[in-house]
């Protein structure tokens, strides 16, 4: 497992809006520092819909404070450049109604610079061509329990939490499905 913490640390992790938005919605951003210590990338797409749905959610005033004190420090913006604009325009007409736009501009700029994606929207991630590497919530529930030492119930308290929210995550235990999320981990530094 630490070989694939300094891999996916090397290569740089961009994250989409659901990913960022589940850690935000729990006040639980140390989780993710804890395994990408340094600064993760944010899409100027995935900042939109940040401040889009705390606006909905109508929490803009925590969002702001919460989020603010994370792009100073933490948080590195990738702007969505003109040369990826064909290429986002034919990905987006390709998966319109499955990907929102910060999953769409994360995928082409990690394709560019071959970043790790934070996403739980992998379904549909295969079309995308050249291939990426995907890193779901449940994958780095396995990441952060190494870092941590954590066991499975501390681990699954915080996975409930996010079930709460209605957030996307495996509805399996974490100890039931932590072996596969880690196979998965592995073939990252194959």
């Known amino acids: 497992m630490d070989e694939i913490i300094r891999e996916i640390n090397k290569r740089g992790v961009i994250a989409d809006t659901d990913f960022?938005?589940?850690?935000?919605?729990?006040?639980?951003?140390?989780?993710?520092?804890?395994?990408?210590p340094e600064q993760i990338f944010v899409p100027n797409a995935v900042v939109s819909e940040l401040e889009r749905n705390a606006r909905i959610?109508?929490?803009?005033?925590?969002?702001?404070?919460?989020?603010?004190?994370?792009?100073?420090?933490?948080?590195?913006?990738?702007t969505f450049n003109s040369e990826m604009t064909e290429a986002y325009i034919q990905q987006y007409l390709r998966m319109q109604g499955r990907f929102g736009e910060g999953e769409i501009q994360a995928?082409?700029?990690?394709?560019?610079?071959?970043?790790?994606?934070?996403?739980?929207?992998?379904?549909?991630?295969?079309n995308f061509r050249p291939p990426i590497t995907p890193l779901r919530i449940d994958m780095f529930f396995c990441l952060y329990q190494h870092v941590t030492g954590l066991a499975d119930l501390e681990i699954e308290s915080i996975r409930e939490e996010m079930k709460r929210l209605n957030i996307f995550i495996n509805d399996k235990p974490h100890h039931e499905i932590k072996d596969r999320m880690r196979r998965k981990l592995n073939e990252m530094v194959v």
Not at 20 to 36: C, G, L, P
Not at 57 to 78: A, M, P, Q, V, W
């Open 20 to 36: 960022i938005s589940a850690f935000i919605q729990i006040h639980r951003m140390d989780i993710v520092q804890k395994v990408i």
């Open 57 to 78: 959610l109508g929490n803009e005033f925590i969002y702001n404070d919460f989020i603010r004190s994370y792009y100073e420090t933490y948080f590195k913006l990738r």
């Open 107 to 126: 995928y082409l700029i990690a394709c560019k610079e071959g970043y790790v994606v934070a996403s739980n929207n992998t379904a549909d991630i295969r």
